[in-house]
C-alpha cells in the first residue's frame, strides 16, 4: 500500500528533489551548466532510470525509454512492472508541482492535489527521495538521487548520485555551523571588568554583533587564533590540508572583525592573498586552491560535528533547479568547473550567536579567549 501524501508538508528546498525526479523523468535528458550556471546545449546525460528506495526491503526503478517515451515503474531485480506511464505526464506533474510550490506561502507546504494523486500512481509515498540503502553505503550520505546515466558525449553507461540544491526558495548552505564549529581567538588586552562589559552588549534585538565590533575596536583588543573548539572539526580540516584550520580561522576573523568590505569567498581570498598569513612563496596560487579544496570537502562531505574519512560522498555531481524551474548540473566529468562555481557563488554569513554559542568571551587558566563562528552560504546572483 503507498503512502498518501496528501497533506503533506515539506518545506521548498525538500519538494526540490520530487521536482527534480519528475523533470528527469519527463524529459529524459539533463543538462550540464558552465561556470556561470548557464545550460551548455551541447553537453548533457541522457536519464536512462531513477532509483528510489520507498521500502525497507524493497528499491524501486523509474525506466526511461525515450523512443516510447513511456516510464516503466518497476521492483528492482524483479519481473514485476507496476505501472507504464507516459512521459509528458511527468512534465505536467512536474510543472504543477513547481507552480505550486513557488506560489505557496510559508516554508512547509503541501503539493498540489493533482501531484498527490500522481505521485500515488507511480508507488511514491516518500516525496523526499529516501537513500537506497546499498547505494548509500557504496556512495555515501551526501546524495539526494540515484540516477543511471548516459554521457551523451562518450556513451559510457554510469550510476551517478547527485545532490540537489534549489534557487526557487532560500539560498542554501553550502558548509553548517554549529556548536562544534567556532574558532578560538585568543585576546591581547583584555581584564575581567572587559569581558564583563563586553559580554553583556545588546543591540535590544539580539546580540548586536556590529556593537561588539566597535568595542573590540574602542578598546584596542587584538585576536590571534588559537584553536578549533572541537578537535574532530580540527582533525577534518587536516584531512583537507594541514594548514586549513589557520586558513579558514583566517577568514572567520576577516568577516566579523577585520573587514567592512565584501564577504564573498573569492573576495575574502583575494584579500588573505595580498596578507598572505603563511608566508608562502605562491600565495595566490596556493590560497585559492586550499579554500576550492575546503568548499569541496563541505559539499562532498565533510561536517564540524562528524569524524570524516576524507571520502567525497557525491559520486555524480550537483544538480541545481533554477528560479525558472530548469534544471542543469555539474557532474565529475567537471569538476574543476564546479570547484570554480563554488569559489565565485559562496560567501562567509554572520550566524546567530545566541543559536550556535559563540561572540563571548570566556576565560581559561587566566587567559581571556572569544569563539567566533560562521556558515557557508550560497550566493543570491550568480557570477
Known amino acids: 500500500m503507498v503512502e498518501s501524501i496528501v497533506g503533506k508538508k515539506l518545506n521548498k528546498g525538500e519538494w526540490a528533489e520530487f521536482y527534480v525526479m519528475l523533470k528527469l523523468l519527463g524529459e529524459g535528458k539533463l543538462y550540464t551548466a558552465d561556470k556561470t550556471l548557464k545550460k551548455k546545449f551541447d553537453s548533457y546525460l541522457d536519464i536512462l532510470k531513477i532509483i528510489r528506495q520507498e521500502y525497507d526491503t524493497q528499491v524501486l526503478e523509474y525506466i526511461v525509454d525515450e523512443d516510447a517515451e513511456c516510464v516503466t515503474v518497476k521492483l528492482q531485480n524483479a519481473d514485476t512492472v507496476l505501472a507504464y506511464i507516459p512521459m509528458p505526464e511527468f512534465v505536467k506533474q ?4 513547481f507552480n505550486g510550490i513557488k506560489r505557496a506561502k510559508g516554508m512547509s507546504v503541501p503539493a498540489p492535489s493533482s501531484v498527490c494523486e500522481f505521485a500515488k500512481v507511480i508507488y511514491v509515498g516518500k516525496p523526499k527521495a529516501p537513500a537506497v540503502k546499498a547505494l548509500k553505503k557504496q556512495f555515501g550520505g551526501k ?10 558525449q562518450t556513451s559510457i553507461v554510469s550510476v551517478m548520485g547527485f545532490s540537489i540544491k534549489s534557487k526557487f526558495c532560500q539560498n542554501p548552505t553550502l558548509f553548517n555551523a554549529g ?3 567556532q574558532f578560538l581567538y585568543k585576546i591581547s588586552g583584555c581584564d575581567d571588568a572587559i569581558m564583563q562589559e563586553f559580554n553583556a552588549i545588546s543591540d535590544g534585538d539580539g546580540r548586536g554583533w556590529r556593537l561588539c565590533k566597535k568595542y573590540i575596536s574602542d578598546h584596542n583588543l587584538t585576536l590571534s587564533y588559537c584553536k ?5 572539526y580540527d582533525e577534518n580540516l587536516c584531512l583537507v590540508r594541514e594548514s586549513m584550520s589557520k586558513i579558514i580561522a583566517w577568514c572567520v576573523k576577516d568577516r566579523l572583525i577585520d573587514s567592512t568590505e565584501d564577504n564573498k569567498v573569492k573576495e575574502t581570498v583575494e584579500r588573505m592573498i595580498a596578507a598572505n598569513p603563511l608566508s608562502m612563496s605562491n600565495p595566490a596560487v596556493y590560497y585559492e586552491k586550499a579554500v576550492k579544496d575546503f568548499l569541496m570537502a563541505g559539499f562532498t562531505g565533510m561536517t564540524a560535528a562528524c569524524k570524516w574519512d576524507g571520502k567525497e560522498q557525491v559520486n555524480g555531481g550537483y544538480i541545481v533547479v533554477m528560479d525558472d524551474g530548469d534544471v542543469i548540473c555539474y557532474h565529475s566529468n567537471d569538476r574543476e568547473t564546479f570547484r570554480d562555481y563554488l569559489y565565485r557563488n559562496t560567501y562567509f554569513e554572520y550566524v546567530s550567536a545566541e543559536k550556535y554559542n559563540w561572540s563571548r568571551i570566556i576565560k581559561i587558566d587566566g587567559e581571556y579567549y572569544l569563539p567566533l563562528n560562521i556558515s557557508v552560504r550560497f550566493s543570491t546572483h550568480t557570477r
Open 94 to 97: 512536474a510543472n504543477h508541482l
Open 143 to 152: 546524495n539526494d538521487i540515484f540516477i543511471e546515466v548516459r554521457d551523451g
Open 179 to 181: 556548536s562544534s564549529s
Open 228 to 232: 578549533t573548539q572541537n578537535p574532530i
